[in-house]
């Protein structure tokens, strides 16, 4: 089960490290600024803890923007699960 909201960009945890591309970042941070973000992020729930796997370039625009939360697709799983997306 999915269900989109917006999650405290402190709470997320984002465990592989990405190099992002300035350039897509700062085209993100004027969309966001003019219009808001249009496309969550995905992030894993797992015992009540928030984990980012991808939406990098989002995650850092929101971020660098000084945006508190962040909108986000939240899919609940087992730490099993999360243990397959860090292997």
Do not use: W
Not at 38 to 65: K, N
């Amino acid at each position: 089960m999915m269900r989109v909201e917006e999650i405290p960009l402190n709470q997320i945890k984002r465990p592989l490290p990405r190099v992002n591309d300035p350039d897509k970042v700062q085209a993100l941070m004027e969309s966001i600024a003019a219009i808001g973000q249009q496309e969550p992020i995905d992030v894993l729930e797992v015992e009540g803890q928030y984990y980012g796997f991808s939406g990098c370039h989002r995650y850092e625009a929101c971020q660098r923007l000084g945006k508190v939360t962040i909108k986000a697709r939240v899919r609940k799983a087992t730490p099993r699960v999360l243990k397959m997306h860090l292997a």
